[in-house]
T-cell receptor
């Protein structure tokens, strides 16, 4: 079954440290996304990608970088982690450009920055 | 801009009672956005519950229904008789552009169903 898998599922980091969240999809979808979920804010889009080699800024990109080295993999990078980046992060993949828009999500990565 | 507003949770109902979670949207970048309800069960990732891509149509899944109302810009989620297993967080969402496949989510509504 097609799936989106994230790693690590739980991460504790120190302020100023570097954090990389990884995402792999077997859906063969062109589009991939990184969201963060916070109480009272729902899911907010950080970065997304149309395909290998492309990354686009979402609604809250500050403090985050993204990398899409292949169709299957999409990483979210926090070069200098801060406590405000403590959150649950979700990766998703979606179909080709078109009017559908359905997303397929991973199980989430809980990040705590101390 | 594009946005989604939904019932603020938590919502607590007893098993076999009816449920409605309100959702209204504002879509400025596209006239007819695609509308979705996603659900996150405890310990799992988000998954699609139902979707409607045509105004005026109704979507249904697992006993839940939602009708795409263009006039009132609403997409309320309803169920006639909830079960304890429906306890989860529900997100209303819209796809704002057929070009970017970008999806905007509401803040989520936590539903607790009491046995």
């Amino acid at each position: 079954e097609a799936a989106v898998t994230q790693s690590p599922r739980n991460k504790v980091a120190v302020t100023g440290g570097k954090v990389t969240l990884s995402c792999n999809q077997t859906n063969n979808h062109n589009n991939m996304y990184w969201y963060r979920q916070d109480t009272g804010h729902g899911l907010r889009l950080i970065h997304y990608s149309y395909g290998a080699g492309s990354t686009e800024k979402g609604d809250i990109p500050d403090g985050y970088k993204a990398s899409r080295p292949s169709q299957e993999n999409f990483s979210l990078i926090l070069e200098l982690a801060t406590p405000s980046q403590t959150s649950v992060y979700f990766c998703a993949s979606g179909g080709a450009r078109g009017p559908d828009g359905q997303l397929y999500f991973g199980e989430g990565s809980k990040l705590t920055v101390l | 801009g594009d946005s989604v507003t939904q019932t603020e949770g938590p919502v607590t109902v007893s098993e076999s009672e009816s449920l409605i979670i309100n959702c209204t949207y504002s879509a400025t970048s596209i006239a007819y956005p695609n509308l979705f309800w996603y659900v996150r069960y405890p310990g799992e990732g988000l998954q699609l519950l139902l979707k409607v891509i045509t105004a005026g149509q109704k979507g249904s899944s697992r006993g839940f229904e939602a009708t795409y109302n263009k006039e009132t810009t609403s997409f309320h989620l309803q169920k006639a008789s909830v079960q304890e297993s429906d306890s989860a967080v529900y997100y209303c969402a819209l796809a704002v552009s057929s070009n970017t496949n970008k999806v905007v989510f509401g803040t989520g509504t936590r539903l607790q169903v009491l046995p």
